[in-house]
């Protein structure tokens, strides 16, 4: 058409003029001519045989027309047929052309159209061809392409095209085709790529064009131009092809067999280009280059996405499992040995990424028992390359969710088969892949030590079963020795398998071959680190590395149990070489030595005195010392800026990985990526701590954490910032593109790549110091980071070891969720306000994260505590909260204000509160705030920095109580609308605190435990009012007399729970509890010790509550026979105050004071010791109460007092008044306070008394001279023991027996009754301590008169040597004065002059003193047989004197 167009120009005669167009010229002649049908039908003719003969096909079917207005519509000029025949090409020109030009040629048309249409093409393809080859079109041959495929299109439809014909062209110009044009031809449905491939013959040209077409589209395609979905859109057709045409059944969807050649033909170009893809990464390619992204390119076309078209799955997974083998099977050129030393560099994170990423694509389609079972299958049957096979395992078991379980399971059915069959195949293969597995981590797979010794340490191993096994298993390690590394070895030497005692020959051999081994790799077992983790795979460290490690952990283990560890105790012993050519030298690195001795210098000095370190090294490193300090402080910081392991160039790796990181965390599509680069992490991570390779146990030993003063290495604070940092950073990151429950799994490899066992207490401690030492200055995204990273711990917390903390908290293994719960206390405003945002954020992210899980998760990743001190806080904070939530906006998620730039912390907890899944969340048990926790967080608060005022603390306190948690039921943590269960559940809480605190804190004040615990004072105001309430309120009904006070029932409940022994322990720990329950009597009115009468009756108050605490607890921690003042006073105020609302008081008093006597004599006698402090107070009360006297029994005390008084006086001392031991009692006590030293005027001033009363006295005596002994601030023992000897000189002398009070007991109701609850029981026990105290002081005459002296004497000896053993003795001696009791030296000279004495004394014992001496014999065997001897010796000879009279024998 072009030509005809310019030969049509070239004849024009007015060529300068106006060009007039083809249809006026035609125009002119017909108006020239005569109009009629036959002219018109003529010229038609004419103007075709014109055109026809000029005609060229091939220039004709490549014709592209222009814009409408210049177009020459020949259509209406040419067709035979009028104009609606224009889109009938049979009758059109280009059909008329092909049809004459066939008829010419006697060919078929539609073969003569296929060679035309074929001809275009290849001209089109031509037209830019050209270095370098190209497969895509240019915009210019698309177009014209376009218009050609038009064509060709019509005449398929009219039937005038031969798509076989077709072909066969196409075959003859295959070089000269674009792989575009081709997949356009199948696209517009010209011809299909399937014909084109069946049509050619050759079919290894074939397979060699294709698959150099399909590398250049895998180039171009990741180049940046504008038509790469083009490229990706080709490709993917062109794979789709070729995986269904060569993995597809014998018979296709048409029910046609399809040919065995095509399938080849397609498989082979499929696996050519994974071949090549394998070989450009063995060459190692640079990412980025243009090799790399063509690998990258071809491997992407294995996502899920490429085969949506294909509705059957078998194809794609045949060739997916064909993959895999060819994969596998890439190249064996490497042999088992090969593996075993090499299978270290080809773990997860340094096998190529685009290699695991497309094993991850393998894994996709494949099940894991398909995809185990496919590599068991390969294994058995074809050479494999070990490399890419070990890579491929450690893929599995990084990315499949139960990869543990289905290896485990795989290595035991190799194992099994190994030893049924002997193959050793199986052997090899079992190793490599548990190797292999272990290299990724016990997260992934346990160590290669505890995978070892689990398997072949106990008798239920596979090598247990018979010595066949036993020699099969022994020769294979024995085989592997020659290419074993060293870390295997040594696990093989520390944790051998498990032999029979017979057969221990073989065990021998083995670790003598192993250890040979070792030498020749110069690594020594003896050598080896005390803290030296076997699990690791990674090369042996050298000697002073991992000494330098040891002597950290070492240390670290010394400041957390004050002790040796066991560990360096082992190493003096045991491994002697290394203790002192390594370990000491390490840790006796001369320094400048503390003022104050730090943690090593402890150690040092501890290990000196237990004889651990050689005088002569000792003496050279405190020379060495002295001489450091003389050195340049710069030298010193230099030498310390030092750091092993860690310079800037690993942790320029590992910041550059970690911002890779961000990167793929911010894009939806590199989800799958994320696994492969925390691999990468991990790796870099452990470069630069300077960890082995496996260094990733988090199980085992507890993190011992310093909560007060956490410490870090300067290296270590950099690594945790950084991860730290980078963690917070791609939270922000990715919450700002998709919500946390859209984020995908990196959070969680994240944390679990920081959960590792060296790097897990850094982290802690890091956390520690920004939490509760720094906290005030964290930025929003740090808080919201570090609590999503808080729910991560959590999510792992059973993976995670324990947390052992130190003080201030108790020394106990903490999950790591709950150690939270301590890093964020809620004392002053500042702290409560991280707590209130921690919280908030932590919750939020739970969730949102977890949000379509189940609750079990959300409890495993949030400790409790933190829930609850949320609910806390924000009823504190916001007054809006303590009304129940009226409304809840759907559509607001508590996460949303947590990502906006400037967080509004008060919105985000507000809309945190009002979401129905934390309402529900709150009513699960365990996590909604009781008002037990109520009272605990709110103890915590230090008033003095509280955020709410004292009336805002007041009027919050008064909501809580009364409005929230007093109505509320019990189940929900409430008190059933019961005042005295909320005052008890208030006092067992207080307890609790006081007693945590004062022990957390180390407080030696006593004093200061309910005024200085902080936060305490207003609950315990809190506490007084509701006693008041409680005793003001209505009575009972029906006037039932009252229970008892609720507080003595939680006192009684707490001490019952307490251990009862008499060791120091248990001793102190029940002092301090009575203290607390002492201080919060006091702090109460004093009514509550005493119940108050009714005034219609004449009855006592009731005190059996307070009697009953007296004598079973008060009474044992009482000092010499009395209580303190304090409680005393209490006690006596409450008496009056009751008496003074009953109808007679002084009744009331004489009835109360008067059961006092029988029930709780120690009340009576703490009255005489107190009564020159006590009897104004009385005074002064009662006449506030009453006009008359002081009621009788309150006189008798006062006549006791004054009795005492004149006995000291110059005077003759008036009648004792009753009852003896009253007047006995307020005579010691007026001794006592005298001071005196001799009483012998005193004792005469008592004669004509009555015999009770000296008795008493000499009662009293004894427990003050056991007081002396045991209380430091006691009088001095001296004193007491001379106060002792003359009062029983006076009973002597009076021949009064005062051995009945070594005989106490409580059946005896007049006499043993009453003293015994007036002594405490340690005092009772210790009375043989006394009585041999006083041996020097005996009239051993006169005693042998008593019928009881024997058996008082052989008890109380008896009691002592059980003392003695039992160590209570020590704390006599202890406690006592250290020059007052020189003459009775320690516990053994008064046990040896006791013995003595009863050796000599027996002999002389007359027969009534053997009448009940059964049972003292009986237990006199075990103590001292000696003394039994004597005993049966002398019993034998009074019962039967016959015996032992001289013969007669004259």
């Not at 674009?178 to 397979?207: F, G, K, P, T, Y």
């Not at 030393?341 to 398909?370: D, K």
């Not at 450091?628 to 030092?642: C, H, M, N, Y």
Request: proline share 6%; aromatic share 8%.
């Amino acid at each position: 058409m072009s030509a005809f167009r310019a030969r049509d120009a070239a004849s024009d005669p007015g060529h300068g003029s106006r060009r007039r167009a083809w249809a006026e010229l035609l125009a002119g002649r017909v108006k020239r001519q005569k109009s009629g049908p036959e002219g018109e039908q003529k010229v038609r003719e004419s103007a075709v045989r014109l055109l026809r003969s000029h005609l060229n096909l091939g220039d004709l079917v490549l014709e592209v027309e222009g814009p409408p207005h210049k177009q020459l519509c020949l259509s209406r000029l040419i067709d035979d047929d009028g104009p609606v025949a224009h889109t009938d090409l049979s009758s059109s020109l280009i059909g008329s052309a092909l049809r004459d030009q066939a008829a010419q040629l006697g060919v078929p048309a539609a073969v003569l159209s296929s060679q035309v249409v074929a001809s275009g093409l290849v001209r089109v393809c031509e037209a830019d061809a050209g270095p370098p080859p190209k497969v895509l079109l240019t915009p210019d041959q698309r177009k014209k392409l376009s218009s050609l495929f038009e064509i060709a299109q019509k005449l398929l439809a009219q039937s005038m095209f031969s798509r076989l014909s077709f072909c066969q062209e196409l075959r003859k110009v295959q070089n000269s085709l674009l792989l575009e044009a081709v997949w356009r031809l199948h696209v517009q449905n010209i011809v299909s790529l399937q014909e084109l491939l069946e049509s050619h013959a050759d079919s290894q040209a074939m397979v060699a064009w294709l698959s150099r077409d399909l590398r250049l589209l895998c180039e171009q395609t990741e180049a940046p131009c504008q038509h790469a979905d083009v490229a990706r859109a080709m490709l993917a057709d062109f794979v789709q092809m070729l995986v269904l045409r060569g993995f597809q059944k014998n018979v296709d969807g048409r029910g046609t067999v399809e040919p065995e050649w095509m399938s080849q033909v397609a498989v082979a170009v499929l696996d050519r280009m994974l071949a090549s893809a394998l070989e450009a990464l063995a060459a190692g390619i640079q990412e980025g280059s243009i090799a790399h992204k063509a690998v990258s390119c071809w491997f992407g076309v294995f996502s899920g996405h490429v085969y949506r078209s294909i509705i059957s799955t078998e194809s794609p997974k045949r060739f997916f499992c064909h993959t895999l083998t060819q994969i596998l099977t890439h190249k064996p050129v490497l042999k088992v040995s090969d593996a075993v030393q090499m299978q270290r560099e080809w773990s997860f994170a340094r096998t190529p990424p685009l290699l695991s990423g497309l094993y991850r694509r393998l894994f996709v389609i494949l099940s894991p028992e398909e995809l185990v079972g496919h590599l068991q299958e390969v294994l058995e049957t074809q050479e494999v390359n070990w490399q890419h096979v070990l890579s491929c395992v450690s893929t599995l078991v990084i990315c499949l969710p139960d990869a543990q379980q289905l290896v485990n399971g795989w290595v035991s059915r190799l194992l099994a088969h190994a030893f049924e069959s002997g193959d050793l195949d199986s052997m090899v293969l079992a190793f490599l892949v548990a190797r292999q597995a272990a290299l990724e981590g016990p997260a992934a797979f346990p160590s290669y030590a505890a995978w070892f010794q689990a398997t072949f340490g106990s008798t239920r191993g596979f090598h247990s079963c018979s010595k066949k096994a036993l020699v099969f298993l022994f020769k294979f390690l024995s085989d592997l020795v020659p290419f074993e590394g060293p870390r295997y070895l040594q696990v093989h030497i520390l944790h051998p398998p498990l032999v029979p005692s017979k057969y221990r020959a073989l065990l021998t051999d083995y670790v003598a071959l192993a250890r040979t081994r070792l030498a020749d790799l110069k690594v020594s077992i003896e050598n080896m680190g005390l803290y030296e983790d076997l699990s690791s795979t990674g090369d042996v460290t050298e000697p002073h590395c991992q000494t330098s490690q040891d002597v950290e952990k070492a240390i670290t283990v010394f400041e957390h149990t004050g002790k040796i560890p066991a560990a360096v105790l082992e190493a003096s012993i045991f491994r002697r070489s290394y203790y002192l050519s390594h370990f000491l030298p390490a840790l006796l690195t001369p320094r400048e030595l503390p003022r104050v001795p730090d943690s090593r210098a402890a150690l040092i000095e501890s290990l000196r005195r237990a004889d651990k370190i050689p005088p002569s090294l000792y003496s050279t490193y405190r020379q060495a010392c002295s001489t450091v300090g003389e050195k340049k402080p710069e030298d010193v910081a230099s030498r310390r800026e030092l750091e092993p392991s860690c310079t800037e160039e690993p942790l320029g790796l590992l910041t550059t990985a970690l911002q890779e990181l961000r990167a793929s965390v911010t894009d939806p599509t590199q989800h799958d990526a994320l696994l492969a680069q925390m691999a990468v992490i991990s790796e870099r991570l452990h470069s630069a701590l300077g960890l082995g390779e496996d260094d990733s146990d988090i199980e085992g030993a507890p993190v011992q954490l310093s909560v007060r003063a956490p410490k870090l290495q300067p290296w270590e604070q950099r690594v945790v910032d950084l991860l730290l940092t980078s963690f917070c950073q791609n939270l922000m990151a990715a919450s700002s593109v998709a919500p946390p429950d859209r984020q995908g799994p990196w959070a969680a490899h994240f944390v679990r790549t920081l959960c590792r066992r060296r790097l897990l207490p850094a982290l802690l401690s890091r956390l520690c110091q920004l939490l509760r030492h720094q906290g005030p200055s964290l930025s929003a995204s740090h808080v919201v980071g570090l609590a999503a990273l808080a729910v991560h711990l959590g999510e792992s917390r059973s993976a995670l070891p324990e947390v052992h903390v130190g003080p201030p908290t108790p020394a106990r293994g903490l999950p790591v969720p709950e150690l939270f719960d301590i890093l964020l206390p809620c004392r002053t405003q500042e702290s409560s306000a991280l707590c209130l945002k921690f919280c908030t954020a932590a919750i939020s992210y739970s969730l949102c994260k977890f949000s379509s899980q189940s609750r079990d998760i959300l409890y495993s990743c949030l400790s409790p505590g933190l829930i609850k001190k949320f609910q806390f806080l924000v009823f504190r904070w916001f007054s809006e909260t303590r009304d129940p939530p009226s409304w809840e906006d759907p559509a607001s998620s508590p996460w949303r204000p947590l990502c906006l730039p400037s967080v509004d912390w008060q919105r985000a907890a507000l809309c945190l509160w009002k979401q129905r899944t934390l309402r529900e969340l709150l009513k699960q048990e365990g996590l909604h705030l009781t008002y037990r926790d109520w009272l605990q967080l709110e103890l915590e608060i230090q008033p003095e920095v509280d955020s709410l005022s004292d009336t805002e603390r007041q009027a919050f306190h008064q909501w809580a109580i009364h409005q929230h948690f007093l109505p509320a039921p019990s189940a929900t943590g409430g008190c059933d609308g019961d005042l005295a269960v909320a005052c008890t559940t208030l006092v067992d809480v207080l307890m609790d605190f006081c007693q945590s605190s004062r022990s957390y804190d180390h407080s030696e004040n006593s004093d200061l435990v309910l005024g200085g615990c902080t936060g305490n004072r207003d609950i315990f105001s809190r506490l007084q009012e509701m006693a008041a309430d409680l005793e003001q309120g209505p009575a009972p009904l029906g006037h039932a007399a009252p229970r008892g006070h609720f507080l003595f029932g939680v006192f009684c409940r707490r001490l019952q729970a307490l251990a009862r022994g008499w060791d120091v322990a248990s001793r102190l720990q029940r002092q301090q509890e009575l203290l607390m329950c002492k201080r919060i009597l006091l702090g109460l009115p004093p009514s509550v010790l005493v119940g108050s009468p009714r005034l219609e009756q004449l009855a006592a108050p009731d005190c059996s509550d307070f009697f009953h605490l007296v004598n079973s607890e008060l009474r044992n921690f009482s000092h010499d026979g009395a209580l303190t003042h304090d409680i005393t006073a209490h006690f006596f105020r409450g008496l009056l105050n009751a008496c003074s609302r009953s109808r007679d008081p002084s009744l009331a008093a004489d009835l109360t004071l008067t059961a006092c006597q029988t029930q709780c004599p120690l009340l009576l006698t703490s009255a005489l010791l107190w009564w020159p402090h006590l009897e104004p107070e009385l005074h002064r009360r009662w006449r506030r109460c009453s006009q008359s006297p002081l009621p009788a029994e309150l006189q008798r005390l006062q006549e006791a007092q004054h009795f005492a008084g004149s006995v000291l006086s110059p005077l003759a001392a008036p009648p004792a008044p009753g009852p003896a031991w009253l007047c006995a009692a307020a005579l010691h006590f007026v001794i006592r306070r005298a001071g005196k030293e001799s009483v012998r005027r005193e004792l005469g001033q008592l004669d004509g008394q009555g015999e009770e009363l000296l008795v008493f006295l000499f009662f009293f005596s004894l427990m003050g001279l056991l007081s002396s002994h045991l209380t430091p601030q006691a009088i001095g023992s001296l004193k007491a023991l001379n106060v002792c000897a003359e009062v029983l000189g006076c009973l002597q002398r009076k021949r009064i027996s005062w051995l009945l009070l070594f005989q106490l007991t409580e059946t005896d109701a007049s006499l043993g009754r009453t003293l015994l609850r007036l002594a405490p029981d340690h005092h009772i026990r210790l009375l043989p301590v006394a009585f041999y105290s006083l041996l020097s002081y005996f009239d051993e005459d006169a005693l042998l008169q008593e019928d009881a002296f024997l058996h008082v004497a052989v008890n109380m000896y008896l009691k002592l040597v059980g003392l003695f053993v039992a160590g209570e003795t020590g704390a006599v001696w202890t406690l006592a004065h250290s020059g007052d009791l020189q003459a009775q030296g320690d516990p053994v000279s008064l046990i040896t002059n006791a013995r003595l004495f009863l050796l000599q004394l027996i002999p002389r014992c007359p027969k009534r003193s053997f009448s009940d001496m059964a049972e003292l014999l009986g237990v006199s065997a075990d103590c001292d047989p000696e003394v039994r001897a004597a005993l049966l010796s002398r019993r034998q000879a009074v019962l039967d004197p016959d015996l032992y009279q001289e013969p007669r024998l004259f």
